[in-house]
């Protein structure tokens, strides 16, 4: 086998086609016509076809009983259950060819998802929104998975081929074309990577692989067994295809507290390395973030570079769910762990990064997390919204639409100047309305289940909201995520956007030229009075005092001295909402 052990490999002859199929006992791949392949006694299948290019389609036909695409197929042009293409890597004419990435304290995120970031829902009609996003001051553009899944609707996290980007947005070609225009505008992209688990339809391995599997479940299926060499490998060399062949600056590996791995998570930590042997050969910067429920400090460092095992950072749920609280009262599900002091809770983010770092989490009826206040700010990726907390409501509605605009824009000027990365729902930053309900298309039983699901969790929703409920397996649904681009005519989207580009210069200017080696310092909350500090990387010192209420507050009478960069001194008080930033 080679380094590259999964897919099909272009020889000079044509094409060797290989599949790894331990429980079968013959494999033909199908390729115009019918080609025998050679089985070892490790069950890898194997054939070397001469005279085979690049966009040939091509299948696996299993035992004479079943035709499957590859598992590792560059692309699906037809769907999970048609054939795969043979897809030449090397061709694609790079233009942005010096970039080598940017450093991660410059980042700053924006969250996307493909199918709904313009009407067409393709990577080309996204080109035309990049220059939007460098002139708001972002400079990282995170993709929502984009492994092939069943349907022309999907979030994402039903990927069942992941080396093959979903062609219900284009060709890779196209996409690769979108990663380039975004480096010549200086922006870089990340792409989120499911492996914790396959999605529900359009997965044979089961048949032919099922080493594949274990007797563990995951909150959406069955878990995968990576104490098997092949699986193992088929995610590492997975992450290194993204960073590789399409040259994304980064991955982001969901919800890794659901993968199964006795004896610790030591894919991450393989993961890791793998991407930082590629980042050291190509001269790159390479970014591996995280979301994990399990708040595990220890896989963190920012500055590990190249990366050698740990993670640059962590998506903050805490953050996110102390923040609703206080803005919206929210108090269902994991929110109830957050009622006791929202404004406590948000003090220990900005002074050492989790909330829970070890302590019992009434939610889950168990400790959560480690300590995290010896880790650089950087290591925490902080947000009002994400996919997640817009589209796991009822309604798919987002928090224009449950918090007064002045709080949310006091929220966003903490967000944005505070040391962590901070990130952003597409169209956050406009103050866009538009929901983001889930959405999928899935058919027969598949989808009864799915509704079932939805009115099981939901059914408080149901009883409250009935038929405004969005049905996920309706085409509607995906409609109505659309971003409204069109509102950002209106003059509370052109004052929202000016607030954020005016942060966002700010945090250019004064904030991540001092981010390395910067450390956390000391947060408090008083009433509705929140006061944090940092030392800076060059030795400054960055203050935050904010009023966190609808009435004014006493100044502090130990209100620290700093010169101003953001908001207003007032001998006064502190008026409601406000927030100032001062560095000295």
């Known amino acids: 086998m080679s380094d590259r052990p999964f897919g099909p490999v272009l020889t000079k002859a044509g094409v060797q086609f290989r599949l790894w199929a331990p429980a079968a006992e013959r494999v033909d791949v199908l390729i115009g016509e019918r080609q025998a392949m050679r089985r070892s006694e490790d069950g890898w299948f194997t054939a070397d076809i001469p005279g085979v290019k690049a966009g040939a389609r091509y299948r696996f036909r299993i035992d004479d009983e079943i035709d499957v695409p590859d598992p590792a197929s560059a692309f699906q042009p037809d769907d999970v259950f048609g054939p795969s293409e043979v897809i030449d890597h090397g061709a694609f004419p790079w233009r942005a060819r010096a970039w080598r990435g940017r450093p991660w304290q410059e980042a700053v995120i924006v969250e996307a998802h493909v199918g709904t970031f313009t009407r067409e829902g393709s990577y080309r009609a996204m080109i035309d929104k990049l220059d939007h996003l460098v002139r708001t001051g972002v400079t990282a553009l995170e993709l929502m998975p984009l492994a092939d899944f069943a349907g022309a609707r999907n979030w994402g996290y039903d990927g069942v081929l992941w080396y093959a980007p979903d062609s219900a947005y284009g060709r890779p070609e196209e996409l690769k074309t979108l990663i380039d225009e975004a480096h010549l505008r200086g922006l870089m992209v990340m792409l989120d990577v499911v492996y914790n688990h396959f999605g529900p339809e359009g997965n044979f391995l089961g048949r032919y692989a099922p080493d594949f599997f274990t007797q563990a479940q995951t909150p959406w299926g069955s878990a995968i067994d990576y104490r098997v060499p092949e699986v193992r490998a088929f995610a590492i060399d997975n992450a290194l295809h993204w960073l590789r062949d399409y040259r994304f600056d980064g991955l982001r590996l969901d919800a890794v507290n659901s993968i199964v791995e006795p004896g610790g998570l030591s894919l991450l930590h393989?993961?890791?390395?793998?991407?930082?042997?590629?980042?050291?050969?190509?001269?790159?910067?390479?970014?591996?973030?995280?979301?994990?429920?399990?708040?595990?400090?220890?896989?963190?460092?920012?500055?590990?570079?190249?990366?050698?095992?740990?993670?640059?950072?962590?998506?903050?749920?805490?953050?996110?769910?102390?923040?609703r609280v206080l803005l919206t009262g929210e108090s269902r599900g994991y929110y109830a762990d957050y009622q006791r002091s929202p404004m406590s809770d948000i003090a220990r983010t900005l002074a050492s990064g989790f909330i829970y770092q070890g302590e019992v989490?009434?939610?889950?009826?168990?400790?959560?997390?480690?300590?995290?206040?010896?880790?650089?700010?950087?290591?925490?990726?902080?947000?009002?919204?994400?996919?997640?907390?817009?589209g796991n409501r009822a309604l798919g509605d987002r928090l224009e639409g449950q918090a007064d605009a002045q709080a949310i824009e006091a929220a966003l000027a903490v967000l944005l100047l505070a040391p962590a990365v901070p990130m952003l729902f597409m169209g956050e930053e406009w103050g866009s309305a538009a929901p983001f309900p889930f959405f999928c298309d899935f058919k027969g039983e598949l989808a009864d289940a799915v509704r079932a699901g939805r009115r099981a969790e939901y059914a408080w929703a149901y009883d409250e909201f009935g038929d405004e409920v969005p049905d996920a397996l309706d085409p509607s649904s995906r409609d109505r995520a659309v971003l409204d681009w069109d509102s950002l005519d209106t003059p509370a989207a052109r004052k929202r956007l000016t607030l954020v580009l005016e942060l966002l210069r700010i945090r250019r200017e004064q904030i991540v030229p001092r981010l390395a080696g910067a450390a956390f310092g000391e947060a408090r909350a008083a009433d509705r009075l929140l006061t944090a500090t940092w030392r800076m990387g060059d030795g400054a010192i960055l203050n935050l005092t904010a009023n966190l209420s609808d009435r004014a507050v006493n100044r502090p009478a130990d209100a620290y001295p700093g010169t101003a960069i953001w908001g207003r001194e007032s001998s006064d008080g502190v008026p409601p909402w406000s927030v100032l930033w001062r560095m000295g």
């Open 270 to 323: 393989d993961i890791s390395a793998a991407a930082g042997r590629l980042a050291g050969e190509a001269g790159r910067q390479i970014h591996l973030v995280l979301e994990n429920g399990d708040n595990r400090a220890s896989l963190l460092d920012a500055d590990q570079d190249p990366p050698q095992g740990k993670y640059r950072a962590q998506w903050n749920d805490d953050y996110h769910h102390a923040w």
């Open 361 to 390: 989490s009434a939610f889950r009826g168990d400790r959560r997390g480690e300590p995290s206040g010896h880790l650089a700010p950087a290591a925490f990726i902080n947000f009002l919204q994400n996919h997640d907390q817009i």
